[in-house]
Each structure stands twice: as structure tokens, then as C-alpha cells.
């Protein structure tokens, strides 16, 4: 049985896409072959292992297609695959693409019970992946899944280490004849990339998106920030199997011919080296990754090598992190507003500092190559008039197909006509420019007072002694939720909650929405995906137990209003 991935937008529209040239037209597999009879010597992947030419990589993406065909894994099947930022990953990608069959990448780190409702929803029927990473075994965790998941034929176990019994290795499959594979040749509208979402949900969200949405719509993203149209060398700080990283093999190769440069974790040691020394024209990545790297720069140090183009998306990009990257970096820094669900907007190569307005970085003019953008009220989802503040929708090459296996989130977050709904309120100026000024439901409520953290965090981000800042809701038995704020102190001396309240009260901020727990932490933990991991901090927050990096301080209480 294979899931249900079906479109959500009216066949007519998504066929103009391609008919009109905004999409290209053919699945992934085929555009990577084109490229890589182009320029066949061209360097498609630099990792710890080195370098990996295009006809090197083909030829071992061809050598896995044909043993995981051997398997029985067909066209339209959904295969799973967790593994680190590295090689493999790649030739997985490209692999499941030649083989017609829709990938569904998870980043290491992520546990055994998200990863089985993952698979379970999306019934696939094999999955790729790690035996060890750092102190996770992936490979012997999925295997075990086998007895409870009826779909689930295969785990496919990549080394270095043994393959666990009972697990395919990986090193068996590559050595299948590369010469006896015939590509498919999947309709490009037809699904290619399932991405995964924690969202706002009980359970990770599954996103399906088809081959031209990734090649056509968000390779026309990236497009919009490559001046030259040279291919691209782009450094991923974030993993390749997140949302934001399903701009690699799709369209840093497949759609562009260019180069990755990945990591296999990311630190911001590793991340200053890689810069240095392959010389990145584009760096990926989130604001918490370039505040990290920002405190290991030496103000002695010889200057980066500037790329083209820093882009930072997946959290709200504050004032004082743009300015001091745009100065460390030597390149225009590009404020990404985008999701997995199908937005994206960012702020170009025009400006080196993101324009700002008065709640912060703006989030760019819409490009209808990628997506429309539209205002709409929340209840009707009609059409609101530029300068009103209303929900964000968007719809356009890039909108994905639909949720998978769940029917539930099509009907809440997609409207009749396919408009994808985000939560975020904005608004479109005068110029066309989207400005994203909150969200529908990512609140503190204290009192029955609505507290947005994000704005809180924008104003910390300015205050001399904050490194990093991440704002989260504590529950309280009298007032419902209190803020907390967690900062990474900037030197030695970590700030106070006095004088975190004071520096808001100086930028305007009305009282009621000051923070009134103060943590401070030698670093912002991040998800597997790489984005700030509110619960944990949340976690750290509670009353049980102690934490001995993390400082908790108890100011007194202030009044609700």
C-alpha cells in the first residue's frame, strides 16, 4: 500500500508552472544527469572524505539505485533516511530520485518515537541509516521498528561500524552494476521529497513536495541570489534533512550544477574552517549558528573570505546579528522568511544590512517565481488591502502537494483553492514589501494578556551583554504562563533581569511584556533540524532538579496587566 499524495492546487495552475518555463519540467534524477553530462569533472561534494566529482557521484548514486531496485523498492514507495550531513546523504537523495520513489529525510539525533510515527504515517517501506553518529544507533533503533511497523521491509544500514543483523548494508548494495540501471522517469508534478516539520503540532508535521516545487520553485529562490548565474558552492551549516536543507541536492545540484560543502554536525569552529578554506559563495544556515560562530572571531584574525550571500532562516533574524554578520562576513546578509508548509520571501542581495521597520527585519518583496503572497482574513481567507495586517498565505511554484496522512492539516492549513495558510500575521506595504509582525498562535498568554516572544527576543538581541537570546513561556499556577528568557551572556559578565527589563523599558516596551525569569546558558541547544530548542530550554526552566550550566534567577513577580 503507498500513502496518498495527492495535489491540493487545481492541475491547470500547477501545469502553467511548467509550461510557461517557471519550472523545469523533468524529475530530479534527470536534471542531475544533465548537469553532470555538462561538466562531468565539475565538484559536486566536498565533505570530510573530500572531494566528489559529478560523474563519481553519478556512478555511485546509479550503483544504489540498482541495489535498493534489487530490494523491490518501486516508484512512488516512500523510503525513510537518517544520515549525517555527508556523501551519502547525497547519493540517498539522488538515488530515491532515479528510482521514482519519494525520499523522506530526518536529521540524526531525532529519537526512535518520532521516527517511528514518521514512517509509520508515511508507510514507508524502507529506511536508510546510520549505524553510529556520534552516540546515536540509528540503524539497530529503526530495525527494531520492523516488528511494529507492517510497511517496513528494509533498514538499510550505512557504516563505518558493523551493519546490525537482521539490517541491508550499504556497502553490499554499492557494489551492484551500475550499467544494468535504467533510470524511471517520474511525472516532475508527481511527489519527490516529503518534508518534516515540528511546527506547532502534537505529532511532526510531513509536507509532500513534488519534483518541480523543489527544482522549479525553490531553485528559482536560489536562483534569485546567484547574480552571475555561476553555479553556486554553498556551505550548509543546517542538515541536508531538514526543510531548509531540501535546498541542497534539489537545487544546488540538480537545478544549478553547483557544489555542496557540508559538515557532518555543525559547530562553529568546524564552520569558520570550512568558509575558510573551500571558499563558500553562499552560506546556509540560522541566526543561533552565526551568533556562535560571531564569538569565535577574532578581531585579529585575517579577514573571512567574503561569499555572496550570507542566508539566515528559520528563526526571526534580529538588528544587531544582521549588522555585526554583514561586517564579519563581508557580504550582503539575507533575511529568509520561509517554512517547510510552502512560504518563502527574503530580502536579496541589494542591501548588506536587511532593511528594518518598527518591529524589525523585514521579510522582502515576494517573488511570484517562487510564490505569491497574498493578506487574508483569518476566518473568510479573503484578499486584504495593502498596509492591513491580516494572515499570510501563500501559493505558487514552490507550494507543496499536501500533509501526508493527515487529512486534518490539509483542511486547517490549506484553503479551497490551494493557498497555503501560515499562522503569521503581516502586512504588504506600499512597495510590495511583506512585513511579518507576529503569529496567530505562537503566544505567551499571562493573565489573559497575549506576550509575543519573538518581539521580545528582537529587543533583547540589542542589549550590550546578550550574546543569544531565546524567549519561552513557563506554565504558573497563578498568572497561566510567565516569559522566561534564556541568554547567552556576551563575555564574561552575564546580564540581570533588572537590567534586561531596563533596556526594554528604554526601547519601549510596555511592562507587561518583560521578561520575569531570567536563564542563562553557555549556549542555545538546537534541534536536530538546527533550530533553537525551545523545550529543552522550557524543560531546564522547571522547578525539578537543577541544571549545572544554566543559572535560574527568581526575581520577584511582576503584576499582570
Known amino acids: 500500500m503507498t500513502v496518498d499524495l495527492h495535489d491540493l492546487l487545481p492541475a491547470g495552475l500547477r501545469r502553467s508552472w511548467a509550461t510557461d518555463g517557471t519550472c523545469p519540467d523533468l524529475d530530479l534524477y534527470s536534471l542531475f544527469r544533465a548537469r553532470q553530462i555538462a561538466d562531468p569533472h565539475h565538484t559536486a561534494v566536498l565533505d570530510a572524505k573530500g572531494r566528489l566529482c559529478y560523474t563519481a557521484l553519478d556512478r555511485r548514486v546509479r550503483c544504489l539505485a540498482a541495489g535498493l531496485r534489487d530490494l523491490g523498492i518501486r516508484e512512488g514507495d516512500v523510503v525513510g533516511v537518517q544520515l549525517p550531513d555527508h556523501r551519502n546523504a547525497v547519493i540517498a537523495d539522488l538515488a530515491l530520485a532515479a528510482l521514482g520513489a519519494v525520499a523522506l529525510p530526518f536529521p540524526v539525533g ?3 518515537l518520532e521516527a517511528e510515527c514518521l514512517l509509520r504515517r508515511a508507510q514507508a517501506v524502507a529506511v536508510i541509516a546510520a549505524v553510529e553518529h556520534r552516540d546515536f544507533r540509528h540503524a539497530a533503533d529503526l530495525h527494531a521498528l520492523t516488528r511494529s511497523l507492517p510497511d517496513l521491509r528494509h533498514v538499510v544500514a550505512v557504516g563505518p561500524g558493523e551493519a546490525p543483523e537482521g539490517t541491508v548494508a550499504w556497502t553490499g548494495l554499492m557494489r551492484s552494476d551500475p550499467k544494468a540501471f535504467t533510470p524511471a522517469r517520474p511525472d516532475p508534478d508527481s511527489a519527490a521529497r516529503i518534508l518534516v516539520s515540528s511546527g506547532s503540532e502534537a505529532e511532526p508535521k510531513m509536507i509532500a513536495y513534488s519534483h518541480n516545487a523543489l527544482a522549479g520553485g525553490r531553485g528559482n529562490f536560489l536562483a534569485s541570489l546567484m547574480p552571475d548565474r555561476t553555479p553556486p558552492r554553498c556551505l550548509f551549516l543546517v542538515p541536508l534533512a531538514s526543510a531548509f536543507g531540501s535546498n541542497g541536492t534539489a537545487v544546488t545540484l540538480a537545478r544549478h550544477g553547483g557544489t555542496l560543502v557540508l559538515l557532518d554536525h555543525f559547530t562553529p569552529d568546524a564552520a569558520l574552517a570550512a568558509l575558510r578554506e573551500h571558499r563558500p559563495t553562499h552560506v546556509l544556515g540560522v541566526p543561533t ?5 560571531l564569538e569565535r572571531l577574532d578581531a585579529d584574525a585575517e ?8 542566508i539566515l532562516g528559520g528563526a526571526p533574524l534580529d538588528e544587531t546579528t544582521a549588522a555585526a554578520a554583514a561586517t564579519a562576513f563581508g557580504c550582503a546578509v539575507v533575511n529568509l522568511y520561509g517554512s517547510a508548509d510552502g512560504v518563502n520571501c527574503h530580502t536579496g542581495l541589494a542591501h548588506a544590512v536587511p532593511p528594518t521597520d518598527g518591529s524589525g527585519v523585514v521579510a522582502g518583496r515576494p517573488d511570484p517565481r517562487v510564490t505569491e503572497i497574498r493578506i487574508a482574513d483569518p476566518d473568510t481567507h479573503d484578499a486584504l488591502a495593502d498596509g492591513a495586517v491580516g494572515e499570510i498565505i501563500s501559493r505558487g511554484p514552490m507550494s507543496p502537494l499536501c500533509y501526508v496522512g493527515a487529512p486534518d492539516l490539509d483542511t486547517r492549513y490549506r484553503t479551497p483553492d490551494g493557498w497555503v495558510r501560515t499562522g503569521d500575521l503581516g502586512f504588504l506595504d506600499a512597495d510590495g514589501v511583506l512585513h ?30 546578550v550574546r543569544d537570546v531565546v524567549c519561552v513561556g513557563v506554565p504558573d499556577p497563578v498568572m497561566g504562563e510567565r516569559l522566561a528568557a534564556c541568554v547567552v551572556p556576551r563575555g564574561e559578565d552575564a546580564p540581570t533581569l533588572e537590567s534586561l527589563g531596563e533596556h526594554l523599558s528604554a526601547r519601549g516596551m510596555e511592562r507587561r511584556k518583560h521578561p520575569e525569569r531570567l536563564l542563562v546558558v553557555r549556549a542555545v541547544p538546537l534541534t536536530a533540524a538546527g533550530k533553537p530548542d525551545r523545550a529543552a530550554l522550557r524543560e531546564r526552566l522547571t522547578p525539578a532538579g537543577t541544571d549545572p550550566v544554566a543559572q535560574p534567577h527568581q526575581p520577584p513577580l511582576a503584576q499582570a496587566g
Not at 549558528?289 to 560562530?293: E, I, K, N
Not at 499571562?446 to 529587543?459: F, L
Open 110 to 112: 531525532r529519537g526512535v
Open 289 to 293: 549558528m552565526v551568533r556562535m560562530m
Open 303 to 310: 579577514p573571512l573570505p567574503a561569499p555572496i550571500a550570507l
Open 436 to 465: 511579518v509582525v507576529g503569529r496567530l498562535k505562537d503566544i505567551v498568554i499571562r493573565g489573559g494578556a497575549n506576550i509575543s516572544p519573538a518581539e521580545v527576543e528582537r529587543e533583547l538581541a540589542s542589549h550590550p551583554r
